[in-house]
């Protein structure tokens, strides 16, 4: 093990290269015009492969290509799927960005650029780990699959099916997935629950035409204004979501879980310093981290409609729209929650406008069965690489594909996020820390080992 780990920390600057290499791939699965850059980004994923001694495959979908690639390990030895995805978040605003986003620079010992921590940079990882291992022994602990997708940021629409239709290739053990964050700087967690999403945009329209403002205003419904109006209306003044049914299959947590969560070093006031905002909202009743993590919520994501020029016009917009996700916990169904949304935003629609829906990806929540023993394989390799014991934690974010390899290959996930809580993912200026990438590909290669006990 020493050996693997020298000769991680000697390849440092080589796989800095080759994060950089990746990062300048402007892989954006939801932009069509990407496509070229979607099939460049598969291929070096692929070639990189190929050039550790991974047996791999492009598998092309009616979507973005899926990379896949085995090592098979001692007879006996358990099977370990890693998980990741090599596209990336649209880069908008451009404007608010330091550096390009597809021009990796290195700053105070982190990488910028889209993709850095969402999820290039984790993903790597355990290539680079079992290329180190490969290197030394020729011959890996375990036998060691890989699915690196390319839809994961559009809802794994392709790998969804894919799994239902490739059990027996899938067969593992377990599967581990770095696509998250610490806790905190220094603070290591393992993730034992995801929420889920479901995502409608809403357009709402209403007169044949923009109208002036003076001559209608007053007597034609104002489509934004109904809008605004729907919004405001799907939350009480508890701040809980009023869609009819939208709470009856959440799952309680228990005491003890909140309990669990309330014991971690959180800190609000810090949290709003760092977002620089002078208070915070949510469900009442609930702490921050219980609203994150085991509450579901329906948030705006973007809102448009009427006049957004310089100075003012009086106008009267013929449309308006919005696009609305809702956070889901288990039991909820995105189909069955979407379907709730579009029913009472019907129902409240004030007559003059027409509602039209537009049904995004969505995912399912994930919450795992404890006592795995390679979750607590990943815990220790977490510990081994970063010196610190990691708390379990869930997440407020959501992989689709999680709740899929539990459902069809019925075997446990270790979600062993690098990342950091600052690392600004979907935002401008993302950033992997370096040292969290460094140390995550030894925590890659412990992994591998911790894995093998825990299998025996
Ligand atoms: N890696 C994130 C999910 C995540 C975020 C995990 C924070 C842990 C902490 C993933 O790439 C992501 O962004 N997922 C999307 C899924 C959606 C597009 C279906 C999300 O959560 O918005
Ligand atoms: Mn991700
Ligand atoms: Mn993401």
Redesign the pocket.
């Known amino acids: 093990m020493e050996q693997v780990i020298a000769r991680i920390r000697e390849a440092r600057q080589q796989h800095q290269d080759q994060m950089l290499e990746l990062l300048r791939i402007p892989s954006i699965s939801s932009d069509p015009a990407r496509k070229r850059d979607m099939e460049a980004a598969a291929r070096w994923v692929l070639n990189k492969m190929q050039a550790v001694g991974i047996r791999s495959e492009i598998v092309t979908t009616p979507g973005h290509d899926i990379v896949y690639g085995e090592v098979p390990g001692p007879a006996g030895a358990p099977t370990i799927l890693v998980y990741g ?1 090599y596209d990336v ?1 649209p880069v908008d605003p451009l404007d608010l960005w330091d550096t390009p986003p597809f021009e990796p620079v290195i700053r105070d010992g982190a990488v910028y650029a889209r993709g850095s921590s ?2 290039k940079g984790q993903l790597l990882v355990h290539l680079l780990a079992a290329e180190a291992v490969l290197a030394l022994h020729g011959e890996l602990p375990v036998t060691l699959k890989f699915c690196i997708e390319g839809e ?5 629409p392709s790998l969804t099916p894919f799994v239902a239709d490739n059990r027996d290739k899938l067969a593992c053990d377990a599967v581990v997935i770095s ?3 610490f806790f905190a700087r220094g603070v290591p967690s393992l ?1 034992y629950g ?2 889920g ?1 479901a ?1 409608v945009e809403v357009l709402v329209r209403g007169p044949n035409r923009d109208l002036h403002s003076g001559s209608f205003g007053g007597a034609v419904t104002n489509p934004a204004d109904a809008l605004a109006g729907l919004i405001a209306a799907l939350h009480d003044g508890d701040r809980r979501v009023t869609i009819p049914g939208f709470y009856d299959r959440v799952r309680e947590a228990s005491a003890v879980e909140r309990e669990g969560f309330a014991s971690l070093p959180r800190d609000d006031q810090g949290y709003m310093e760092e977002l620089e905002v002078d208070g915070l909202q949510g469900e009442a009743g609930f702490t921050t981290l219980e609203r994150l993590w085991i509450r579901p919520t329906l948030e705006v994501n973007g809102l448009w409609g009427g006049f957004q020029g310089e100075g003012a016009k009086t106008v009267l917009p013929a449309e308006a729209g919005a696009k609305l ?1 809702m956070r889901l916990v288990p039991d909820q169904d995105p189909d069955e929650v979407a379907d709730a949304l579009e029913k009472h935003l019907a129902a409240l629609a004030p007559p003059g406008v027409e509602l039209e829906f537009i049904r995004h ?3 399912r929540p994930f919450l795992a069965e404890p006592g795995s023993p390679y979750v607590e394989a990943g815990a220790r390799a977490l510990e081994m690489a970063f010196g610190k014991k990691p708390v379990l934690t869930r ?6 594909v999680v709740e899929t390899f539990r459902a069809e290959l019925g075997a446990p996930t270790v ?1 062993m ?1 690098l ?1 950091l809580p600052d690392d600004a ?2 935002s401008p200026n993302e950033k992997m820390d370096l040292d969290q990438f460094h140390r995550g590909v030894e925590a890659a290669a412990h992994f591998l080992y911790l894995a093998r006990k825990a299998g025996a």
């Open positions: 995805h978040q969402d999820d994961e940021e559009v809802g794994s696509d998250g964050s993730v995801l929420r999403l995502y996700s990806h969505g995912g997440e407020g974010g959501s992989i689709p979600l996020g990342g993912p979907h």
